[in-house]
């Protein structure tokens, strides 16, 4: 099946420090998501793109859509303690019922 | 607002013994899915449903059976457990968006089995 290949797998930074994640696939999607778990719950979704080249921002977080339509970037601009986290990109793959894939995540560690 | 509630939230299990998973939506979704998140893997998908009385396998069924007789309810069931199956597991909702993308998750259940 399709596999995400998300980087880096994790990171350590200080607060007020930008952030920036990528994620990368063999594969051509229509759609690329970002998703956010905090420790001990489940993923929430921050962003959704639904087209190449395509930039979206939410608060703090802008994410693109990559033009070779295979990979998908993650940025976080001064972060914050609450940013602390694992990030995942997922993709539905074309189909539909929501059947997402996830790549591996990234777990993000902010130091006040 | 419950959302997605799972339960329960936390289990042991000896090898061979069964269990079930339960998983109740108040969103009125039609859409409902069971992962599970392992170390370094993310979240794979186990079984999903399209709607009531609905199953289908995702992309790790085996050892696992699933149930959907209510539309609100998805139940995830272990006949005999094995230690592979040490793993917290997710529960999640869809309606009908765009591509169903936007998933609501409940906050999960760790299993454990010995």
């Known amino acids: 099946g399709q596999q995400l290949n998300q980087s880096p797998q994790s990171m350590f930074i200080q607060e007020g420090e930008d952030v920036s994640m990528n994620c990368t696939s063999s594969?051509?999607?229509?759609?690329w998501l970002w998703y956010k778990q905090d420790p001990g719950e489940g993923p929430v979704l921050l962003i959704a793109l639904y087209k190449a080249g395509e930039l979206t921002s939410n608060g703090r977080l802008t994410a693109q859509f990559g033009i070779t339509r295979k990979d998908s970037f993650l940025n976080i601009s001064a972060s914050i303690p609450s940013d602390v986290g694992i990030y995942f990109c997922?993709?539905?793959?074309?189909?539909?019922?929501?059947?997402?894939?996830f790549g591996q995540g990234t777990i993000l560690t902010v130091h006040p | 607002n419950a959302g997605v509630t799972q339960t329960p939230k936390f289990r042991v299990l000896k090898t061979g013994q069964s269990m079930t998973l339960l998983c109740a939506q108040d969103?009125?979704?039609?859409?409902m899915y069971w992962y599970r998140q392992d170390p370094g893997m993310g979240l794979r998908l186990i079984h999903y449903s399209v709607g009531e009385g609905t199953t289908a396998k995702g992309e790790v069924p085996d050892g696992y059976n699933v149930s959907r007789l209510k539309k609100q309810n998805f139940l995830l069931g272990l006949e005999s457990a094995a230690p592979s199956q040490t793993s917290v597991y997710f529960c999640?909702?869809?309606?009908?968006?765009?591509?169903?993308?936007?998933?609501?998750f409940g906050s999960g259940t760790q299993l454990s089995v010995l």
């Open positions: 594969s051509i999607f229509n759609t």
């Open positions: 999640a909702s869809s309606g009908l968006t765009r591509l169903n993308e936007k998933l609501f």
């Open positions: 997922a993709n539905a793959g074309g189909t539909s019922y929501g059947k997402l894939t």
């Open positions: 969103m009125n979704h039609e859409y």
